[in-house]
């Protein structure tokens, strides 16, 4: 089963918004509302941001927010600051013998 | 809190097998409602599911590591374990252990990650 795709990656100046996309089969994102994203300093364990689609995990700042439509999610960080530089990924519920399945990492710069 | 510690050797040889340990604390295994399991990134490169494992034993594992793959859990111990059986350069990985929630499938909680060599 193959990786859900991501771009490699995105980049923005501080205070603009940038979206990642996160696209997959009606085998995992199209059918389940179970998307999840990461955020990934190098090295480091990731961290949950979003869970179910759109929902945030305790704490995350507003500027951070997931959607859906089809086969394909979304981040999207507006107002980027410096310290929202990191990897970021996806990850969907995938229906049979494999429980879940990441997207390929997306590095975003803040110029 | 909860939280999950990796441990286990850093340098593994080609063909043999990795063995791998998360032990839980500020929480138990036996709780419903979680699967607990690993992920590795290899260097430079993105996460990939292994499998995981529910506190009753049933497993998951990723069909892409072809049968390779052992995941067990010993609730007395609050640990779960990974074995990875003849192993190459391309299983050189971060390995981390996490809880995924079977409620929302997402990863809530992840070990600090532990780097596996493998090399001769």
């Known amino acids: 089963q193959s990786a859900l795709t991501q771009p490699a990656s995105v980049s923005g100046s501080p205070g603009q918004s940038i979206t990642i996309s996160c696209t997959g089969t009606s085998s995992d994102v199209g059918t389940y509302n179970y998307v999840s994203w990461y955020q990934q300093d190098r090295g480091k364990a990731p961290t949950l941001m979003i869970y179910?689609?759109?929902k945030r995990s305790s704490g995350l700042s507003h500027r951070f927010s997931g959607s859906k439509s089809g086969n394909t999610a979304s981040l999207t960080i507006s107002g980027l600051q410096a310290e929202d530089e990191a990897d970021y990924y996806c990850s969907s519920y995938t229906s049979g013998s494999t429980l879940v399945i990441f997207g390929g990492g997306t590095k975003l710069t803040v110029l | 809190q909860l939280q999950l510690q990796e441990s286990g050797p850093g340098l593994v040889k080609p063909s043999a097998t990795l063995s791998l340990t998360c032990t839980v604390s500020g929480g138990s295994l036996g709780s419903s409602s979680y699967y607990w399991g690993w992920v590795r990134q290899p260097p430079g490169k993105g996460l990939e599911w292994i499998g995981s494992i529910f506190y009753s034993g049933s497993t998951y594992y990723n069909p892409s590591l072809k049968g390779r793959v052992t995941i067990s859990v010993d609730t007395s111990k609050n640990q779960f374990s990974l074995n990875l059986s003849s192993v190459t350069a391309a299983d050189t990985a971060l390995y981390f252990c996490?809880?995924?929630?079977?409620?929302?499938?997402?990863?809530?909680?992840w070990g600090q990650g532990t780097l596996v060599t493998v090399s001769s």
């Open positions: 179910e689609v759109s």
């Open positions: 996490a809880r995924l929630s079977d409620l929302r499938w997402n990863f809530d909680y």
